[in-house]
């Protein structure tokens, strides 16, 4: 079964084709990075599963309600200058469950912390965000995906610009989820990591270039095809009739 399907989908940046005709399923359980060039549409598409951005055509189809989706965006759209404990930011995972308006009763509060825990940072509860490095505020925002016990966890870059323990503990984290049978698209950059740890690869380059088995798609040919679109994009190319939002 799928737990994401894409048909024919086209997205767009400023009405320029960000991804172009789009096809096919993330299977429900599956572990799948997201590869490509620079540019290539990898975070747009991931918006745009998380319901952040619209389909200039086509559709995504998703067996799993909204609320069951967690969407992990890069740390540098974040604004770290709010003044917001850790903890705070761990306790808006239970948004989806109680709301703006309930209150976060110690139950939940005591769950907060458990997850802090469970991503190496006992005793950081009271820290603000601003004096946090950048891979403790990265196991920050794991902790908050792990509250929002979600079906379907989009990750955005998650190990970009981390050290290399903070990089191996989060992977054990997304592999656990695998093993839970959630299903995890996770955009990355390192092709080695991807090989190493993700079974599956949906590689980009605006157009679909390969899809499915990690070994499959990593070939060289695959990859010099998508470095060759890359090299071809016409930045100046007529709007597209229709535009997302």
């Known amino acids: ?49 998380a319901g952040r951005i619209t389909a200039a055509t086509g559709s995504i189809e ?26 705070d930011v761990v306790i808006l995972g239970h948004w989806s469950k109680v709301g703006a308006l309930r209150a976060i009763v110690p ?45 379907l966890i989009l990750l955005d870059e998650p190990f970009s610009a981390i050290d290399a323990r903070t990089t191996a503990d989060l992977l054990k ?3 656990r989820w695998h093993d839970e049978a959630r299903t995890v698209i996770a955009v990355l950059h390192d092709l080695e990591q991807v090989r190493a740890h993700f079974p599956h690869t949906l590689l980009i380059a605006r157009e679909p270039i390969a899809w499915g088995e990690t070994e499959q798609v990593l070939r060289r040919d695959n990859l010099l095809r998508a470095r060759a679109m890359a090299e071809s994009w016409d930045e100046q190319a007529p709007l597209c009739a229709r535009g997302a939002a």
């Open 107 to 151: 139950a939940l509060r005591e769950r907060a912390l458990h997850a802090l825990a469970a991503v190496g940072l006992t005793g950081f509860e009271q820290r603000s965000v601003s004096e946090l490095s950048v891979g403790q505020f990265q196991r920050v925002l794991f902790a908050r995906v792990l509250l929002q016990d979600a079906h």
């Open 1 to 49: 079964m799928s737990a994401v399907r894409l048909r024919n989908l086209t997205l767009t940046y400023s009405r320029h084709p960000a991804v172009h005709h789009l096809s096919g399923e993330f299977a429900q359980g599956s572990m799948t990075a997201v590869v490509g060039p620079n540019g290539a549409g990898k975070s747009t598409l991931l918006g745009a599963i």
């Open 62 to 87: 998703l067996d799993t309600r909204r609320e069951q989706i967690a969407y992990l965006p890069q740390q540098e759209a974040l604004d770290r200058s709010f003044p917001i404990r850790a903890i």
């Open 173 to 175: 984290i997304i592999r």
